[in-house]
C-alpha cells in the first residue's frame, strides 16, 4: 500500500467539486515543484492557500503556519511535505474537517491513509495533483 489512487471518477468528482485547496510545504521559490504546483492550481480556477511556517507570504499573499491556520474551509489538503510528516498532516486535516488529503509524488505513509479513511476522508498518495487533472480533462471553472 505505498500509492493510494482513487478510480478515475472518484478522482473527477474530487477535483471538480473541490474549489479551494492547502498546500502544505508551499516553497516561494519559483523554481521548486510545490510553487509551480500552486501556481498552475491557481490558473485553474482553485483558492490555493499557502501553508508553511517558515514563510511569511508568497507573492503576496499570506502564508499560513498550520492548517488550523487558514482562514476559511479546505477541501483538498495538498501535501509537499515528505512522507514522516503525513500522519501529523492527517491529524490536522480531520481537525479542520477537510474532505481530501492530497500527498504529492514520493509521498506516502499507510498508517496515515487508514487513519484518514476511518474517519472518511478522501485520500490518495504518491500521486501529482496536476497530472491526474489534466490526465482528467478536468474544468474547475464549470
Not at 501553508?51 to 489538503?77: C, M
Not at 481537525?95 to 472518511?120: C, E, H, M, R, Y
Request: contains cysteine; proline residues 6%; aromatic residues 6%.
Amino acid at each position: 500500500m505505498s500509492d493510494i489512487i482513487p478510480d478515475d471518477k472518484t478522482l473527477r468528482d474530487i477535483l471538480s467539486n473541490s474549489k479551494t485547496i492547502a498546500l502544505v510545504g508551499h516553497s516561494d521559490k519559483p523554481s521548486r515543484t510545490s510553487y509551480q504546483i500552486a501556481q498552475f492550481l491557481r490558473s485553474v480556477g482553485y483558492r490555493v492557500y499557502p501553508v508553511n511556517p517558515a514563510v511569511v507570504e508568497i507573492d503576496g499573499q499570506p502564508s499560513y503556519p498550520t492548517l488550523k491556520d487558514v482562514p476559511e474551509a479546505i477541501d483538498i489538503v495538498n501535501v509537499f511535505r515528505r512522507s514522516q510528516y503525513l500522519d501529523e498532516i492527517v491529524r490536522e486535516a480531520i481537525a479542520i474537517d477537510a474532505k481530501t488529503i492530497w500527498a504529492q509524488l514520493g509521498v506516502s505513509d499507510p498508517q496515515a491513509a487508514q487513519n484518514a479513511i476511518d474517519l472518511g476522508l478522501n485520500i490518495i498518495m504518491d500521486a501529482c495533483i496536476k497530472v491526474e487533472y489534466l490526465r482528467l480533462k478536468i474544468d474547475a471553472n464549470s
